[in-house]
């Protein structure tokens, strides 16, 4: 069963960089929508990227597009959320999630679907970044 670890959060100046890791193990299929999620105390999980392994196809909120990437390490089966010139509406627990899609899922990422927890049946139990002066 595939099984996701996130670490790499810390406390973060603004403006700084940051990346986090995702390690996937047990994973028995090529096919994956890999989503990063944040949720702050009080807020409401919020979806801001995805990556599908299927056609490369990702997605980025508004909030952190220009700022954010994400990557797959084939390697190691490790997915990255790369974060740059962050902000205190930064600081969030992240959480790496993972959906199996079928291969002819192509641009998965792109539709609404993709955005929702609700649609993630695998999850880590998330990082802490605190992003302060």
């Known amino acids: 069963q595939l099984q996701l670890v996130e670490s790499g959060g810390a406390s973060v100046q603004p403006g700084g960089s940051l990346i986090l890791s995702c390690a996937a193990s047990?994973?028995?299929?090529?096919?994956?929508?890999i989503a990063w999620f944040r949720q702050a105390p009080g807020k409401e999980r919020q979806g801001i990227a995805c990556?599908?392994?299927?056609?490369?196809?990702?997605w980025y909120a508004d909030s952190v597009r220009g700022r954010f990437t994400t990557t797959r390490d084939n390697a190691k089966d490790t997915i990255y959320l790369q974060m740059n010139g962050v902000t205190t509406e930064d600081s969030s627990t992240y959480y790496c999630a993972a959906e199996e899609l079928r291969p002819g899922n192509v641009a998965w990422c792109s539709g609404l679907i993709a955005r929702l927890s609700g649609e993630y049946e695998v999850w880590g139990r998330g990082t802490l970044v605190t992003v302060s002066s």
């Open positions: 990556f599908s392994t299927v056609d490369g196809s990702t």
């Open positions: 047990g994973s028995t299929s090529d096919y994956y929508a």
